[in-house]
C-alpha cells in the first residue's frame, strides 16, 4: 500500500502545515520508502505481544496538593508573540 | 604558563584546587579558542561570554574565601540548544523558536550551576534533534574537526564537535535514537545515554518523550563519571524520572574486568561496512579477554526491525509533541486572516522539512485506519527488541558493539542514502527502544584518519559496567585516546 501525495496533503492539513507542491512531493517519496521498510514488521508473527509504550514499570501516583515556585505571569506571557489584558491573544476565530 | 586546551576536567580541578589557575584564565583561553575556530568549526548557536566570565570571577571569589564552589567548579561546558537556558535563547536550531528565552532553566542547567560548572555557550543540532549530521539545522551545518568536509554527526553534532576541537571541557547534549554517541564516534570524544529515567528530562525541549534522554559528551572516562555524579537523579520535575541506587560514579572507575562477560551481537557487526571498524572491535575484546573478561557472540534476533520499529515511534510522538508550536505562548508567529490559517502559516514557514516529514508521517501513523497496521505493530516489535535484550543481558553484563558502521560521512552524504541512515540508526536506537544505557567510547581512526568508537550496552541501571569496561578499555589501549588532530591550532 502506498501513500499518495494526495493523502500527503490531507495529512498535512489535520497537523496544520501548508506543503508546497515540491515539500509534497518530496516528502511523499520519502514516506513511501520508510512504510515500505515497515513492511517488515508486518511479516512477524506478534499477535500475542503485549505493545510497550514506555520501557519503565511505573505507575502514576498522586502526591499532596502543594503550592509551590511558579511562573509569573510576566515571565509566562514573555515569549508570547501577542498578549492583551494578561492573556494570549489570538486571531478572531467566530 | 601552558595551554590549558585539551585538558579533562579532572586535570583541570587539580589545577584550580591549588590555585595554579583561575576559573577567569580558563574560561578565557576557551573563549579565545571559540573565537579562533568558529569560523571553521560553527559548533555553537549562541556564545555566552560575558555571563561565563561573570560566573567563573564567582567561582574564583568563592574560592579565595575558601569555600567549596562545586564539583566541577569553573570548568566551561557547552550546552546542546534544546536545553532550556534562563534568558538565553534556545533554539533547538529551528526558525520556530529563533528568539525563544525560556523562562527557566532545565533541571541539569540547574544542577550544572549548582556544581560551578560554566556554560560558555549553545551547541547546534539538527532542527529539534530530527537528524544525524547537523545538516537539518535551520541555520548552518556543523563541521567535524577532523575534516572540514566531513559531518560531525548528529543530532547533537555541534556539541561533540565543541569538545573534539577544544572549545569546551565536556558538553550535555540529548539522545532519542544516537545522538549522542553516533556524533561522539564521529567526533573522537567519549558519549553517554544514561538509563531512561535516571536524568531529569525537565525543560529539555521534547523530541519523543519515550526515548529522549539528556547524556554527556567527554573526553575520558573519569569526566565522564564526575558529569553523570552531577547530572543524575529523581527531579519531582520530571516524573518519569526515577531516583538511582549508585552513589558516587568514580567508585567504577576500576581497572579491573575479571570474570565479566561480554556479549558481541553479531547482527550488529553485519551493518558495518569499514572492516577497520571490526577489527577494532575485535581488538577490543582480544584485550577484555586478556584481562580476564569473556567475550563471546551472542544473538540479538530483531535488530534488523529496530530502525523501523523506531522510524514509526519516533514520527508519532514527533508530531505529537511538535503539535504545541502553534504560534500562541511562544515562538514563531505568521498572521492570518483567521486563528486556523495563522496555525498553518506560523507551523509551515516555523519548520524545516525533516520536521515536517517527521510529524505528517506520525499523524499519518497515529490515524484511524493506519494505527493499528503501523503505530501498534512498532510498539509490538518494541517489546520484543527490549525481551532480546533482557535475555541476553540475564546472561552477560554488558554488550560489546561498533557504534557507527562508518567514519564520519560527507556532507550531503545520507540525503539519497537511507540504508546508512538504516544502519546508522539500527546500532544505536534498540538502545532507546529498550531504555537501557549505552556509550560510545573512541577507538582508533578508520580510513582518512578521522575517529570511530565502539559502542557498550548494559542492563538498565547497569551504568556501573559501562564505567567499568570503558575504563579498562581507556586504561590498557592506547586507541581510547581522540588524537589532538584538529586542524593545525586553527
Known amino acids: 500500500m502506498k501513500i499518495t501525495e494526495q493523502e500527503v496533503h490531507s495529512v498535512a492539513e489535520i497537523a496544520r502545515l501548508e506543503l508546497t507542491q515540491e515539500e509534497g512531493q518530496k516528502i511523499t517519496h520519502a514516506l513511501q520508502v520508510i512504510l515500505e521498510q515497515t513492511e517488515a514488521l508486518k511479516r512477524l508473527e506478534i499477535s500475542k505481544v503485549k505493545p510497550t509504550v514506555y520501557v519503565l514499570p511505573l505507575q502514576n501516583v498522586f502526591s499532596e496538593d502543594q503550592l509551590d515556585k511558579c511562573l509569573t505571569q510576566e515571565q509566562a506571557l514573555g515569549n508570547a508573540p501577542e498578549v492583551e489584558k494578561g492573556c494570549f491573544k489570538v486571531p478572531r476565530i467566530i | 604558563m601552558s595551554s590549558l586546551l585539551g585538558l579533562t576536567a579532572h586535570q583541570l580541578q587539580g589545577l584550580l584546587e591549588k590555585k595554579e589557575i583561575s576559573s577567569e584564565d580558563l574560561v578565557k583561553e576557551h573563549l579565545t579558542r571559540i573565537a579562533q575556530s568558529e569560523e571553521q568549526i560553527k559548533a555553537f548557536v549562541t556564545v555566552t561570554g560575558q555571563e561565563a566570565l561573570q560566573q567563573a570571577r564567582t567561582i574564583d571569589e568563592k574560592r579565595s574565601r575558601g569555600e567549596q564552589p562545586g564539583s566541577l567548579a569553573g570548568i566551561p561546558l557547552a550546552l546542546t540548544d534544546n536545553l532550556c537556558t534562563q534568558g538565553i535563547k534556545t533554539t533547538a536550531s529551528s526558525r520556530m523558536l529563533r528568539d525563544f528565552r525560556p523562562p527557566y532553566n532545565a533541571a541539569?542547567?540547574?544542577?550544572?550551576?549548582?556544581?560551578?560548572?560554566?556554560?560558555?555557550?549553545?551547541?547546534?543540532?539538527?532542527?529539534?534533534?530530527?537528524?544525524?549530521?547537523?545538516?537539518?539545522?535551520?541555520?548552518?551545518?556543523?563541521?567535524?574537526?577532523?575534516?572540514?568536509?566531513?559531518?560531525?554527526?548528529?543530532?547533537?553534532?555541534?556539541?561533540?564537535?565543541?569538545?573534539?576541537?577544544?572549545e569546551v571541557v565536556f558538553a550535555l547534549g540529548s539522545d532519542t535514537g544516537g545522538s549522542l554517541r553516533q556524533p561522539a564516534s564521529f567526533c573522537g570524544v567519549i558519549g553517554l545515554k544514561p538509563t531512561y529515567g535516571a536524568v531529569s528530562r525537565y525543560g529539555l525541549i521534547a523530541c519523543a518523550s519515550?526515548?529522549?534522554?539528556?547524556?554527556?559528551?567527554?573526553?575520558?572516562?573519569?569526566?565522564?563519571?564526575?558529569?553523570?555524579?552531577?547530572?543524575?537523579?529523581?527531579?519531582?520535575?520530571?516524573?518519569?524520572?526515577?531516583?538511582?541506587?549508585?552513589?558516587?560514579?568514580?567508585?567504577?572507575?576500576?581497572?579491573?574486568?575479571?570474570?565479566?562477560?561480554?556479549?558481541?551481537?553479531?547482527?550488529?557487526?553485519?551493518?558495518?561496512?569499514?572492516?577497520?571498524?571490526?577489527?577494532?572491535?575485535?581488538?577490543?575484546?582480544?584485550?577484555?579477554?586478556?584481562?580476564?573478561?569473556?567475550?563471546?557472540?551472542?544473538?540479538?534476533?530483531?535488530?534488523?526491525?529496530?530502525?523501523?520499529?523506531?522510524?514509526?515511534?519516533?514520527?508519532?510522538?514527533?508530531?505529537?509533541?511538535?503539535?504545541?508550536?502553534?504560534?500562541?505562548?511562544?515562538?514563531?508567529?505568521?498572521?492570518?486572516?483567521?486563528?486556523?490559517?495563522?496555525?498553518?502559516?506560523?507551523?509551515?514557514?516555523?519548520?524545516?522539512?525533516?520536521?515536517?516529514?517527521?510529524?505528517?508521517?506520525?499523524?499519518?501513523?497515529?490515524?484511524?485506519?493506519?494505527?493499528?497496521?503501523?503505530?501498534?505493530?512498532?510498539?509490538?516489535?518494541?517489546?520484543?527488541?527490549?525481551?532480546?535484550?533482557?535475555?541476553?543481558?540475564?546472561?552477560?553484563?554488558?554488550?560489546?558493539?561498533?557504534?557507527?558502521?562508518?567514519?564520519?560521512?560527507?556532507?550531503?552524504?545520507?540525503?539519497?542514502?537511507?540504508?546508512?541512515?538504516?544502519?546508522?540508526?539500527?546500532?544505536?536506537?534498540?538502545?532507546?527502544?529498550?531504555?537501557?544505557?549505552?556509550?560510545?567510547?573512541?577507538?582508533?581512526?578508520?580510513?582518512?584518519?578521522?575517529?570511530?568508537?565502539?559502542?557498550?550496552?548494559?542492563?538498565?541501571?547497569?551504568?556501573?559496567?559501562?564505567?567499568?569496561?570503558?575504563?579498562?578499555?581507556?586504561?590498557?589501549?592506547?586507541?581510547?585516546?581522540?588524537?589532538?588532530?584538529?586542524?593545525?591550532?586553527?
Open chain 2, 108 to 166: 541539569v542547567v540547574e544542577k550544572l550551576q549548582e556544581a560551578g560548572a560554566v556554560s560558555v555557550g549553545k551547541c547546534n543540532l539538527d532542527e529539534f534533534g530530527l537528524g544525524a549530521s547537523t545538516e537539518n539545522s535551520a541555520f548552518f551545518p556543523t563541521h567535524n574537526p577532523y575534516g572540514e568536509q566531513a559531518v560531525p554527526g548528529g543530532a547533537c553534532g555541534g556539541a561533540a564537535a565543541a569538545v573534539a576541537a577544544q
Open chain 2, 210 to 490: 519515550s526515548l529522549d534522554q539528556v547524556g554527556c559528551f567527554t573526553r575520558d572516562m573519569t569526566d565522564c563519571a564526575l558529569v553523570m555524579n552531577v547530572i543524575y537523579g529523581r527531579d519531582a520535575k520530571d516524573s518519569t524520572s526515577v531516583s538511582f541506587p549508585a552513589g558516587d560514579f568514580t567508585k567504577f572507575l576500576v581497572n579491573d574486568v575479571k570474570g565479566l562477560k561480554i556479549g558481541i551481537p553479531r547482527e550488529y557487526l553485519q551493518e558495518v561496512n569499514d572492516p577497520r571498524i571490526t577489527a577494532y572491535l575485535q581488538q577490543a575484546a582480544a584485550k577484555l579477554e586478556e584481562l580476564g573478561a569473556v567475550c563471546e557472540e551472542v544473538s540479538l534476533p530483531h535488530t534488523a526491525e529496530a530502525a523501523s520499529c523506531y522510524n514509526l515511534i519516533l514520527a508519532a510522538e514527533v508530531s505529537s509533541n511538535l503539535a504545541r508550536y502553534d504560534g500562541v505562548q511562544y515562538g514563531l508567529r505568521v498572521q492570518g486572516e483567521d486563528l486556523v490559517s495563522m496555525y498553518k502559516k506560523s507551523r509551515s514557514q516555523g519548520f524545516g522539512e525533516e520536521v515536517k516529514k517527521q510529524i505528517i508521517l506520525g499523524t499519518y501513523v497515529l490515524s484511524s485506519g493506519q494505527y493499528e497496521d503501523y503505530y501498534l505493530q512498532a510498539l509490538k516489535v518494541r517489546t520484543l527488541i527490549k525481551e532480546d535484550f533482557a535475555q541476553v543481558l540475564s546472561k552477560y553484563d554488558c554488550l560489546l558493539t561498533p557504534a557507527t558502521p562508518t567514519a564520519a560521512f560527507d556532507f550531503g552524504a545520507i540525503k539519497d542514502n537511507l540504508s546508512l541512515l538504516t544502519s546508522l540508526n539500527t546500532l544505536t536506537c534498540p538502545a532507546n527502544l529498550a531504555g537501557i544505557p549505552a556509550l560510545s567510547l573512541p577507538f582508533g581512526t578508520a580510513a582518512q584518519g578521522s575517529p570511530c568508537g565502539l559502542q557498550l550496552l548494559g542492563r538498565a541501571f547497569g551504568e556501573e559496567t559501562l564505567l567499568r569496561v570503558g575504563y579498562a578499555l581507556e586504561q590498557n589501549t592506547n586507541l581510547t585516546q581522540p588524537s589532538p588532530a584538529v586542524k593545525g591550532e586553527m
